[in-house]
């Protein structure tokens, strides 16, 4: 059998570090130069558009184990949505009905989530929604949100990060006219790139078998080979002058600190939600789990590029793993793009005197120890998640601010099922131009509160609950997962 090829030399001097905290392989051998040589053409999901029958557009979507070669002449078992690994990108449009056909072929339960969407509970795809091995499961829903990029992934109750990690998630883009209007790289695949972000632990035999360690279980499961759309070392080829990255990051527990080599400037357009207001320049984008940022990134200098992920903050700096990502190789001529536009949606400003009342969420870890050993140990207001408890009842339309506190070591993706809601402030001081825009998740630093002002707009049903979370998903498995009902 070949030898499976190592992270550049790089990636493994400054990750190496991290790598024995993990625990990992150890003594991997040296190799290759340094960056850019980048093996293998990054693979672009394919594209489903479904089917419309009677003005409903429908998917059909199998669950199912598969074998992918991350590696040359290595077979890994992994599991995927249509394909062996991941799924294809789901594309629907503002306005329209969907159905979601989803067929269990696995030898165990699973459940489909869409995550980022104002859905009926019964719909949401979240640990109630269980699809039996051999079932389908068909919810149907109205698209209200925005042209933006979402997501869906398994969330079976306390298998979401092991089903995740095996590779059952996908990505879903969202068109509509304010979109379609403005002057974006759009053609996908071309200069409208998916780029779902993970990695994954690799042994020897090219396995990456979900056994987390007590420590992965604290810490998050985290891995030793950065993976991109299910590629490993992957280079894009560039045409176009300018392209738009659809970033995702679907990693189990890292939080990716996404920078370019040189340090470039890049124009960020959309956050979880869709469109900002106006495009924000940024040479540091810090993406947590769950969240989507869209990005355009001018490459008309015609130097070659390397997207990365810089380590440092959480805990012993592991929460944000150092890899190197994308490497973006340019063709001799680059096709010209437009100017991204300078001003992008409407949104209105959130006003916090609109909001009902306030919600305390305090993220906690008291369990480190004993509770973790047991598989949990996280808690949100001081409890573990319960299936039979509701937690919190929430009247549609009314507006609240719900106030995120962590008060522990390492920070904590917070997201809120079936809505798009707006950051107030972080420890007192009003977000970024970044963290502006419509979001679902939201990252929580270590002894922050982060305050957000929420509506649930849509949908009621007294018996059926929606869920908040942690998004690193160990995290979520162990208990800091709470549910609320919308009536
Ligand atoms: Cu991305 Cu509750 O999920
Ligand atoms: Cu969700
Ligand atoms: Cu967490």
Not at 148 to 172: D, E, I, K, P, R
Not at 296 to 314: H, M
Not at 385 to 393: K, L, Y
Not at 432 to 457: S, W
Request: net charge negative.
């Amino acid at each position: 059998m070949p030898r499976m090829p190592n992270p550049t030399r790089r990636t493994f001097l400054r990750s190496g570090a991290a790598l024995c905290a993990l625990g990992s392989l150890g003594g991997l051998p040296a190799f290759g130069a340094a960056g850019f040589n980048h093996k293998n053409r990054l693979a672009i999901p394919p594209l489903d558009l479904g089917e419309i029958k009677d003005g409903t557009r429908e998917f059909g979507l199998q669950l199912q184990h598969g074998i992918s070669e991350f590696f040359a002449g290595y077979e890994t078992p992994t599991k995927g949505i249509n394909g062996a690994y991941l799924g294809p990108v789901l594309r629907m449009r503002h306005g329209e009905t969907v159905r979601l056909n989803v067929t269990n072929n696995l030898d165990h339960d699973s459940t489909l989530h869409w995550h980022g969407f104002n859905l009926p509970a019964s719909a949401d795809g979240g640990p109630h929604q269980v699809i039996r091995p051999g079932d389908t499961w068909s919810p149907s829903f109205e698209i209200r949100e925005r042209a933006a990029t979402m997501w869906f992934h398994s969330h079976l109750m306390g298998q979401t990060a092991a089903q995740v990690w095996a590779g059952l998630a996908g990505m879903v883009i969202i068109d509509d006219d304010t979109a379609d209007a403005l002057d974006l790289p759009s053609e996908y695949g071309v200069d409208d790139i998916p780029l779902v972000l993970q990695d994954r632990r690799f042994s020897r035999d090219g396995s990456m078998a979900y056994k987390s360690s007590m420590h992965d279980r604290m810490a998050g499961m985290q891995g030793n080979y950065p993976v991109l759309n299910g590629t490993i070392s992957p280079y894009l080829e560039v045409s176009h002058e300018k392209v738009r990255l659809r970033l995702l990051n679907g990693a189990n527990a890292s939080i990716y600190n996404l920078t370019f080599r040189d340090e470039r400037t890049f124009q960020l357009v959309g956050t979880d939600g869709g469109l900002l207001t106006a495009p924000v320049e940024l040479t540091q984008l810090r993406l947590a789990p769950g969240e989507r940022a869209e990005i355009v990134v001018d490459f008309s200098d015609g130097a070659p590029a390397l997207l990365e992920s810089i380590g440092g903050r959480g805990m012993g700096g592991e929460q944000s793993p150092t890899f190197d990502l994308l490497e973006f190789r340019l063709k001799a001529q680059l096709a010209p793009s437009p100017q991204v536009p300078e001003k992008l949606a409407d949104l209105p400003v959130p006003d916090a005197d609109s909001a009902m009342r306030t919600r305390r969420f305090l993220l906690e870890m008291p369990g480190m120890g004993m509770g973790m050993m047991m598989g949990g140990g996280f808690t949100i207001n001081g409890e573990e998640m319960d299936m039979a408890r509701i937690d919190h009842v929430v009247k549609r339309g009314e507006a609240e601010i719900w106030e995120i506190e962590n008060a522990g070591p390492m920070a904590h993706p917070f997201h809120v099922h079936n809505t798009q809601f707006r950051i107030l402030d972080k420890a007192g001081r009003p977000p970024a131009p970044a963290e502006a825009g419509l979001k679902d998740t939201v990252l929580v630093e270590p002894g922050e509160v982060a305050r957000i002002l929420i509506r649930f707009d849509h949908y009621t049903d007294p018996d059926r609950p929606y869920m908040y979370h942690c998004h690193i998903l160990e995290h979520e498995d162990a208990g800091m997962m709470g549910q609320f009902t919308v009536v």
